[in-house]
């Protein structure tokens, strides 16, 4: 018999090799490489087909190809809809990656079971509990529809020989990193692995239309574990964030083909399971402290949704030589480029001094919207200042010190508004062609120096302290 053949693979990024080797050229990671078989000549890999006869497509112009409007499947999870953009497409393949122990599972068992009970046919396989700790996990959540099935199983081929016994409308395979392929080699989990079963799970999507959710551990960086090719042969990537020791847990989307990204759904982790959070701004600013010094509220936008939070910021003096610039939630370059933006156009001299700032809440804030609001409460923070608690900033910060203008300013004013808040410091560029709320104030500004003088009584340009 011939002898088999064996390569290394990396764990990280797939790159292959003939011999082993400490570092990883392609990602520069160390040890990930793993010994692995090739795989035999005979096999062959499955082609897409058009339908489940067996038919090869053919190719059509894309003028005679009917455009068919497909219902999304509503999950009857109004945060979870809003993620996926309206609803599960039928086909489509969704990735639901996140920290052990976050509530993937028991996410993905409450949309099986809400689906169930509304006339659809779910298959939950689990390859990591058996169907009896699957039924108690079930028995906590209050989980008891005839239309959901159960199954423990991690062999691909018999994975799908059960769907089309059963036919359902959604499978969750419960994890991609726990199914195997016989013919591949290598171990479940690595490379070789997971790219197979996720190319055998689309194919099964996208000739059957049957919805596909895969759950995917994490690394420990945060990213999905695995080869970054995952993410991207599935439709759908939702990442769900949040502290285990609190309650909270944010579902965000950072893939979607068939709706906007980066859209949040806010979920709260109680004894019965995951509840949806209708007013997440009115969660994250119940605890905030009135009149306290280096806090600011600032509306973000998340997609499609406006989002109230608050940013504080603590400023000390450093007992070392390099201060610190620590940042949660935010950016860590941003706090340094924000923090030079005020020693060189406002005059704060913040060299010899620490910078702490984190979003509270635990969401994470990406968009250049936020920019004056941690200036204004790094600001209020050096000075002891504290900022009026009715205000809202937003803005976005040039290098120059200019305010300059972000989108969707009205429905940010709308949202501070519905709050109860009665003052916006916004940029002036933003306040022409819309219509101020009742009972709010807009105030805008051109620079930094402008919004720290509303803001907390500040000087000028060039002036190092300020008057109260």
């Not at 490379?191 to 996720?198: A, F, G, K, L, M």
């Not at 689309?202 to 995952?230: C, D, E, N, S, Y």
């Not at 993410?231 to 309650?247: A, C, K, N, P, S």
């Not at 370059?333 to 060299?351: D, P, T, Y």
């Amino acid at each position: 018999m011939a002898k088999r053949k064996t390569k290394f693979i990396c764990q990280e990024c797939g790159y292959e090799s003939t011999k082993w080797m400490g570092r990883c050229p392609g990602c520069q990671e160390w040890n990930t490489l793993v010994e692995e078989m090739e795989a035999t000549p005979t096999s062959k890999r499955r082609s897409f087909v058009t339908s489940g006869d067996g038919v090869r497509s053919k190719p059509e112009s894309i003028t005679k190809i009917e455009r068919r409007e497909e219902s999304r499947v509503s999950t009857h999870i109004n945060e979870l809809n809003r993620v996926l953009g309206g609803g599960i497409v039928p086909g489509s393949l969704v990735l639901v990656g996140g920290d052990p122990g976050i509530g993937k599972s028991t996410l993905l068992l409450q949309v099986s079971s809400t689906l169930a009970k509304n006339k659809g046919r779910v298959l939950y396989i689990s390859g990591e509990e058996s169907v009896k700790q699957t039924k108690l996990r079930a028995d906590r959540l209050g989980v008891a529809e005839d239309e959901l099935f159960v199954l423990a199983e991690t062999d691909v081929q018999l994975i799908e020989s059960v769907i089309e016994e059963v036919n359902p409308t959604l499978v969750v395979i419960d994890s991609i990193q726990t199914v195997h392929m016989e013919d591949v080699t290598s171990a479940p989990g690595s490379v070789s692995q997971v790219r197979e079963c996720t190319s055998a799970f689309m194919r099964i999507a996208k000739t059957k239309g049957i919805a596909i959710f895969l759950v995917g551990h994490v690394t420990k960086q945060g990213a999905i574990a695995g080869p970054r090719i995952l993410e991207h042969m599935v439709d759908t990537v939702l990442y769900f964030e949040g502290e285990r020791h609190h309650t909270y847990r944010i579902l965000r989307a950072v893939k979607n083909r068939f709706g906007s990204t980066n859209e949040i759904g806010i979920f709260e982790m109680k004894e019965s399971g995951l509840t949806e959070v209708l007013n997440p701004s009115e969660i994250f600013l119940e605890e905030r402290s009135a009149g306290a010094a280096g806090s600011a509220v600032v509306a973000s936008m998340e997609g499609t949704r406006t989002v109230l939070v608050e940013i504080q910021s603590l400023i000390s003096p450093t007992s070392f030589g390099n201060p610190r610039r620590m940042a949660t939630g935010i950016d860590h370059n941003r706090i340094s480029l924000l923090m030079a933006v005020l020693e060189k156009r406002v005059g704060l001299m913040m060299q010899n001094h620490d910078a702490y700032v984190k979003v509270a809440g635990g969401v994470r804030l990406d968009e250049p919207s936020i920019d004056l609001a941690i200036a204004v409460a790094i600001a209020s923070s050096f000075r002891d200042v504290p900022t009026e608690p009715s205000d809202v900033i937003i803005g976005e910060v040039g290098l120059t010190g200019e305010v300059r203008r972000v989108s969707r300013i009205e429905q940010r004013v709308m949202e501070a508004a519905k709050l109860g808040f009665t003052r916006v410091i916004l940029p002036s560029k933003c306040l022409d062609g819309w219509t101020v709320p009742d009972g709010i104030q807009v105030v805008g500004v051109g620079t930094v120096s402008e919004a720290l003088d509303i803001a907390i009584g500040g000087k000028t340009r060039g002036k190092p302290t300020f008057e109260l």
